[in-house]
């Protein structure tokens, strides 16, 4: 199992600080998981500027210019933020047993190590 996943909250660990333009501190989503390179997209970190070619397009409108985007950070610069107490922390994964219909499974979760709270 992954200690980050789509859709979890995380706060950037590392870096500059905001007072210095950075983005350590602040906490978003994660948007997109990139395992391959152990890279992740943060929801309103690592904004970047990128120059679009102006094109048209059926209708005529204008697109293009410059837009900003969310660039990758590296996983080991973030950490999860853990729910009851909205601080980052370290995840951790246990197994629990689940009874459903009278059937018995033990099902592996994730779980702030801080709080003991399920993620």
Known sequence: MAKIKKGDLVQVITGA??????D?????????????????????INLVTKHVRVGQTQRGTKTGGIETHEASIHVSNVAVVD?????????????????????????????????????
């Open 17 to 22: 600080t905001q007072a210095r333009g950075g």
């Open 83 to 119: 729910p009851k107490t909205k601080k980052p922390t370290r995840v951790g994964h246990r197994e629990e047993t689940v009874e459903k219909d009278g059937i018995t499974k033990t099902v592996r979760v994730r779980y702030a190590k801080n709080s003991g709270e399920k993620l």
């Open 24 to 44: 350590r501190g602040k906490q978003g989503r994660v948007l997109e998981v990139i395992a391959e390179k152990n890279r992740i997209i943060v929801e309103g």
